[in-house]
């Protein structure tokens, strides 16, 4: 099991950062990718960054178009922590995010095994 907490999200004005932060504990060795989702009211939960957990030396990044440029996912392995610095906020982003983890490496078709219980990301305009 692996266990995600999150971390850093709260209330921002349109133009302002955050950075949010994402835990991990358990068994953590076979996790192989990680990374975000958010889900705004009445709407489905959707993508937003992707990072590969396992591999060492290079390693790729994935966003979804919509934050592309404003958002940056990176990791600390030492720590087992995640992090999204998410910049040039707009109301529209205004979402509860949630960490996940995958046994997969980021795809299309990309399944997640383990969630985080979320955290509020408010953007005011």
């Known amino acids: 099991q692996v266990q995600l907490v999150e971390s850093g999200g709260g209330l921002v004005q349109a133009g302002g950062s955050l950075r949010l932060s994402c835990a991990a504990s358990?068994?953590?060795?076979?996790?192989?990718?990680m990374g975000w989702f958010r889900q705004a009211p009445g709407k489905e939960r959707e993508f937003v960054a992707a990072?590969?957990?396992?591999?060492?030396?290079?390693?790729?990044?994935y966003y979804a178009d919509s934050v592309k440029g404003r958002f940056t996912i990176s990791r600390d392995n030492a720590k087992n922590t995640v992090y999204l610095q998410m910049n040039t906020l707009k109301p529209e982003d205004t979402a509860v995010y949630y960490c996940?983890?995958?046994?997969?490496?980021?795809?299309?078709?990309?399944?997640?095994?383990?969630w985080g219980q979320g955290t509020q990301v408010t953007v005011s305009s």
């Open positions: 996940a983890a995958s046994y997969d490496q980021y795809r299309s078709s990309w399944s997640i095994d383990y």
């Open positions: 990072i590969s957990w396992r591999r060492v030396g290079l390693y790729g990044t």
């Open positions: 358990g068994r953590t060795f076979n996790v192989y990718s």
